[in-house]
């Protein structure tokens, strides 16, 4: 849409065009059989039309390009792209030309001239010439301000501008969903899935040319895209990565905590934001656009204020033998030291060796200890290992941790063969 002030008698004419790729020619094809009336015309005709493709003229695209025809859509993430020209209309010498290009969005107005310097003189049938560029980071409507001064033979100051107004579209529907790789307060990782769902919410094809995950200070991060065959790495979407209109890819992250950072129980507990998704394309003839989502944030998970994890722990064992685990308890506080004491509670198919009720002593905030514990099992099969309990004696709170691994319980004779 191009609103205009009033018009004025100006010796200079104002020109603007934006500034994209052409588009192959698409031609509808004209057919019929040889026995029909027009008999062999129509495929004659298609045959000496330059705009087919030679051997495969019925197919509808071309060999030729074809300029825009309008101003097109404009996508968050493209860099817009115009053309201005300032042409002398007149027969006379122009002086102190000055070109401004603004572009006014909903937050902020951003100027685009390349040079804010006047030109001296433009003479009778002469123009001058500038691109501009920006990269789309908004969406929304979005104007586009040209204004020229410049100063006539006689000495008169003289002033006008113009608008072009145009919406910037969203290409993109990015959704994001985080999964702890802990399922409950015994896990022993700090691991954090990300899955990121991105449509393609414009009329035509994407070419995703890159989908990477940017971590914060305290992760690394590994992508989960790709499988080895034959030793090489192939993409899970297949060769061609297209992403046809309104379909959607889901991409799949881990994050590990750095050691520096995993080594501290209470870091890493309060931490919610992760990183950011980095998103570039190409569209039509190899347009690129390109995308940065805001920090990603995640539910911090709820440790508690003490942490049980396993170290170590046998995948098989002999039933109704003694084998041992070693456990790591963690004060998630980062100002409360606690006074801990375990109590082993037997199971129906665990029992647990040693004395309940002693005392472990006192763990300083963000401090560990490890405990190496005996027990065994009366059951054979995949059985829990349930029934700790650990009491605070500062507060009087006892933390209760169930199912904190799994472990195989076989036979003698069966483990033996």
């Known amino acids: 849409m191009d609103v205009n002030q009033p018009k004025q008698e100006h010796l200079l004419a104002l020109k603007v065009m934006r500034l994209t790729k052409p588009t192959l020619f698409t031609n509808i094809p004209v057919t019929c059989e040889e026995r029909d009336l027009p008999g062999n015309l129509f495929n004659q005709l298609m045959k000496d039309d330059p705009s087919t493709v030679k051997g495969a003229e019925t197919l509808m695209l071309g060999e030729m390009l074809t300029l825009p025809q309008n101003f097109g859509n404009i996508f968050l993430g493209e860099t817009f792209s115009s053309y201005i020209s300032v042409h002398n209309d007149s027969n006379q010498v122009v002086k102190d030309i000055l070109v401004k290009a603004d572009l006014q969005t909903s937050s902020q107005r951003l100027n685009l001239s390349a040079s804010s310097a006047a030109v001296a003189e433009l003479k009778p049938d002469c123009c001058i010439d500038d691109v501009i560029h920006h990269e789309v980071k908004e969406i929304g409507t ?33 959704k994001t969903k985080f999964y702890n790789a802990e399922s409950d307060l015994s896990s022993v990782t700090d691991d954090v899935f990300l899955e990121a769902q991105i449509q393609n919410i414009t009329t035509s094809p994407m070419f995703m040319e890159k989908v990477s995950l940017e971590p914060s200070m305290m992760y690394n991060v590994a992508e989960l895209n790709t499988v080895n065959t034959a030793g090489e790495s192939e993409s899970t979407f297949g060769a061609r990565t297209y992403l046809q209109p309104m379909d959607t890819r889901q991409y799949l992250y881990c994050l590990k905590p750095k050691q520096e950072f995993a080594e501290k129980a209470g870091v890493i507990k309060g931490v919610t934001v992760i990183g950011k998704l980095d998103i570039v394309w190409k569209t039509n003839l190899g347009e690129r656009g390109r995308l940065q989502t805001s920090q990603l944030q995640r539910m911090a998970p709820g440790y508690g204020d003490v942490r049980l994890s396993l170290e170590t722990i046998p995948d098989t064992v002999n039933l109704e033998e003694p084998f041992d685990i070693t456990c790591k308890i963690t004060n998630c506080s980062s100002e409360r030291t606690m006074d801990l004491v375990l109590e082993m509670c037997n199971t129906n198919s665990i029992h647990w060796c040693g004395v309940s009720g002693r005392q472990l002593g006192k763990l300083h905030p963000s401090s560990s200890l490890h405990l190496a514990l005996t027990l065994l099992s009366s059951v054979q099969g995949l059985q829990s290992v349930s029934g700790l309990r650990l009491t605070d004696t500062f507060l009087k709170r006892t933390y209760e941790y169930d199912d904190i691994a799994q472990v195989c319980v076989v036979s003698s004779e069966i483990k033996q063969s």
């Not at 006008?160 to 993109?172: A, E, G, I, N």
């Open 142 to 174: 979005h104007i586009l301000v040209c204004a020229v001064s410049y100063t006539t033979q006689t000495g008169e100051k003289m002033y006008f501008r113009k608008f072009f107004k145009f919406q910037v579209l969203k290409p993109l529907d990015v």
